[in-house]
């Protein structure tokens, strides 16, 4: 896949140029609207900072939260500006909206090296219906757009298709990377290669199994994942959080997995509660002594053991969704255990981890630099390794 590359534009091509970089900055905040986890401002910052010194004149934008296109003052970028100039060490001016002619004279003012930050797009409904007159608004304010928003790019809004259709446009070096990484695993991944595969719901994750059902040699599914794969089997999950509507998708999946003989790895044991709730009375049960009113909430010891032997035979590995109900410490186990055996890996295989609550586990436990890769794109990294093709990628395309 061919994209055109922030690369190609260097010296003269952006000093002074307004270059409008669409980043994902839709980071998780507390109730004091603090930053609990900042891995895509960071990841940001390689193409904000070769902007910078090619002295371009820097425009970002992004959405936060779902504020439905009302102006929501808890989902202001606010917070964020203040974090991302912390960590480039100078100012981010923050604009009080992302379009009208006070945005405009604002961003004219800037000065070569400047940064500024648009408020949230999705204030604005237009944003995610692509309507042409908002991307034209968001295109005045540059000469340039990059798209550095893997996040996003599974969405055809104004900011990840309509402005890129009338500014000259490319790729940012974290777009690049995402696209190089993930490419890399679908199509040569080093064997063994052993996915795992998480998470409360199996939709959205039928294509990318279907996908890796020929080119994985081991499939590890739990969390709702597995309950609705259990059930699939015959397996009694008693009130554990499963999908009806696609028993019969998974039930042609494992006949697939079957035939590509693609082993498929299902919890053989679970922590079960009676309600979920923290301080809930928990067991561990084998699968076939689940009760009606059993609700599962992390896989058991012996499951845990068996996902650990799988992946220390793995050259490559690729992870996406939680194991458990990881929101509640005590049942996090599963999935913790998970992100050390992962950790364990470092310098005998290609680990990747994708998909915002993975990551979340990882940087709980301090083991983000341990894993290969950590991918910024929960539901672009699905589509995409589903095959589907991102019209926020499409749109760069030489």
Known sequence: MKLKSLNCLKGEALKGKRVIVRVDFNVPLNEELKITNDIRIKRAIPTIEFLINHKAKIVLMSHLGRPKGKKVSQLS???????????????????????GSSVEKSINNLQNGEIALLE???????????????????????DIYINDA???????????????????????????KEIDVLSKLMQNPEKPFVV????????????????????????????????TALKATGVNVGNSIIEDYDLNIVKEMLLNAEKNATKIILPIDLVVVKHVSVGAKSKTLKINNISEDDIGVDIGEETIKLFKKE????????????????????????????????????????????????????EKAGLTSSVSYCSTGGGASLKFLGGSNLPGIEVLKE
């Open 120 to 142: 949230n797009l999705r204030f604005h409904k237009e944003e995610e219906k692509n309507d042409p007159l908002f991307s034209q608004k968001l295109a005045v304010l540059a």
């Open 77 to 99: 970028l606010t917070p964020v500006a203040r974090h991302l100039g912390d960590l480039l060490g100078k100012n981010v001016l923050k604009t009080e909206d992302c379009i």
């Open 311 to 362: 992946i220390e035979k793995a050259k490559t590995v690729f992870w996406n969704g939680p194991l458990g109900v990881f929101e509640i410490d005590q049942f996090a186990k599963g999935t913790n255990k998970i992100a050390f055996s992962l950790a364990e890996m470092k310098g005998k295989a290609v680990t990747i981890v994708g998909g915002g609550d993975s990551i979340s586990a990882l």
């Open 196 to 227: 795992i595969l998480g998470g409360a719901k199996v939709t959205g994750k039928i294509e990318v199994i279907k996908n890796l059902i020929s080119k994985a040699d081991t499939i590890l599914i739990s969390g709702g994942m597995g309950f």
């Open 150 to 176: 893997f996040g996003t790019a599974h969405r055809a809004h104004a900011s990840t298709v309509g402005v890129a259709k009338i500014l000259p446009a490319y790729a940012g070096f974290l777009m690049e």
